[in-house]
């Protein structure tokens, strides 16, 4: 079983939807959590990363952790055709000799269309 | 403020060739990591040093991979002898330091084993 687990879609939408991407994990000692986007032929870019549970929104960009479930969720809402991208979760735990080391997800495809 | 640079974008050769990539992290980050993307999956680290001292390389294919890091800045990854499992898009990544939770990806170099 894989650490983490996440529908790689492919997911497509139509201009204004509301996008929900998801992943599951197994380790519970993983406390830091991470979107990233990646375009086509691009390296990956930070969206927006969680501590612990909860939420946090940043502009249409929304993240959930839900840490008794091992569940995390990032809400996209009024998506756009620039919104098209992969979309990878991340995470990681606090301590220990690795500390920074991201384990990902295997992204989800989505596309946006007008 | 430049961001990651790797060369070369692309690479093509034949099965048991050597290949090496560069990578240029941005200036000041002190954590550079090295990550393998096969198609379809999400990055998976292959080594990640602190400076010029390497901090984690457990799931790197020490037969047929190394990796430097002179100086502290840039770094250099090589595969000898490559394999066909090999293809893939390698992704050098930087941060300020371990404890920073944004990761600066570059572009990637894309190899493909024939």
């Known amino acids: 079983q894989k650490e983490v687990e996440q529908d790689p879609g492919p997911l497509s939408v139509p201009e204004g939807a509301i996008v929900s991407l998801n992943c599951t994990y197994s380790n519970s000692a993983f406390q830091y959590f991470m979107w990233y986007r990646q375009y086509s032929r691009k390296g990956p870019e930070l969206l927006m990363y969680t501590y612990s549970s909860g939420n946090k929104e940043d502009g249409r960009f929304t993240a959930q952790v839900d840490k008794s479930s091992k569940y995390i969720s990032l809400f996209i809402r009024d998506s756009q055709p620039s919104d098209s991208a992969t979309y990878l979760c991340a995470m990681r735990d606090a301590g220990g000799t690795s500390y920074g080391k991201l384990t990902f997800g295997q992204g989800t495809i989505l596309t946006v269309h007008p | 403020e430049a961001g990651v640079a790797q060369s070369p974008r692309y690479k093509i050769i034949e099965k048991r060739q050597s290949v090496a990539f560069w990578c240029n992290p941005i200036?000041?980050?002190?954590?550079l990591y090295w990550y393998q993307q096969i198609l379809g999956q999400g990055p998976k680290l292959l080594i990640q040093f602190q400076n010029n001292g390497v901090v984690d390389d457990s799931q790197l294919p020490k037969d047929r991979f190394s990796a430097e890091r002179l100086k502290g800045v840039d770094s250099t990854l090589k595969i000898q002898p490559a394999k066909l499992e090999d293809s893939a898009v390698y992704l050098c990544a930087s941060s300020l330091n371990r404890m920073d939770n944004e990761q600066f990806f570059g572009p990637g170099t894309r190899l493909t084993v024939l």
């Open positions: 200036s000041g980050h002190a954590t």
